[in-house]
């Protein structure tokens, strides 16, 4: 039986390597997803990808530490070492609140936001278009900000074409930046989060959440990255 596998390496020890990889951070519905969608099972599985467990049940079952995405954003764009990177983000960000935020210059920010698409792959026309922003502005992180599973298949299409350090973080800038709200942290120290999405925008997340209950099923399905 194929396993979901994550990696007990830190985050920011994984930075500091200078390796290019694309780190991600896994849910339950991101479980769900690997056993349900060969494309995403394919992305995060592979040589050059690691899984950070982005959820407490997951946790729990591999009994080591939850990695939150948006906590890991936060800390590593307010570090020292951050300023003295350049970043590019592929999403709906606004850079110069970024630099307010971060004191990152805003000439070693830039970012593109791709059209909104229902299905889960972007075009070979919008890769393309990436690829040559990428190239132009050479990036030391790339963060993509579009959700799971859009930005987890798109790092892994985009690694192909221009290899480099991807991190997937989803809502992480919006949490960032106060444009979207964040559980409290005594419901996600319960592992409460997904109940706080459930009650505080219900209609986008209750597919997410389902799906994510499902996937209580297949906890056998993850190990660890050896």
Not at 130 to 158: A, M
């Amino acid at each position: 039986m194929k396993k979901l596998l994550f990696t007990t390496e830190k985050p920011s020890s994984m930075l500091l390597t200078k390796k290019k990889l694309i780190l991600s951070f896994l849910n339950m519905y991101s479980l769900y997803l690997f056993k349900k969608e060969k494309i995403f099972s394919q992305a995060v599985s592979n040589d050059f990808n690691l899984n950070f467990p982005d959820g407490k049940p997951i946790s729990w079952k591999l009994r080591i530490s939850q990695i939150r995405g948006p906590t890991f954003t936060k800390k590593f764009l307010l570090s020292s070492t951050a300023r003295l990177k350049k970043h590019f983000f592929i999403g709906n960000v606004n850079l110069s609140k970024i630099s307010n935020k971060t004191s990152i210059s805003v000439t070693n920010l830039d970012f593109y936001n791709p059209q909104y698409i229902h299905s889960y792959e972007f075009s070979s026309v919008e890769i393309n278009k990436i690829t040559s922003k990428l190239k132009k502005f050479k990036p030391d992180y790339i963060w993509i900000c579009v959700g799971n599973p859009k930005q987890e298949i798109l790092s892994y299409r985009l690694y192909s074409a221009y290899p480099s350090v991807y991190l997937n973080v989803g809502a992480a800038t919006d949490f960032l930046l106060e444009t979207k709200r964040e559980a409290p942290n005594s419901w996600r120290k319960l592992g409460l989060e997904w109940l706080y999405r459930l009650v505080t925008d219900f209609k986008y997340s209750q597919k997410k959440v389902w799906k994510s209950f499902l996937a209580l099923g297949y906890l056998d399905s993850v190990g660890i990255k050896k």
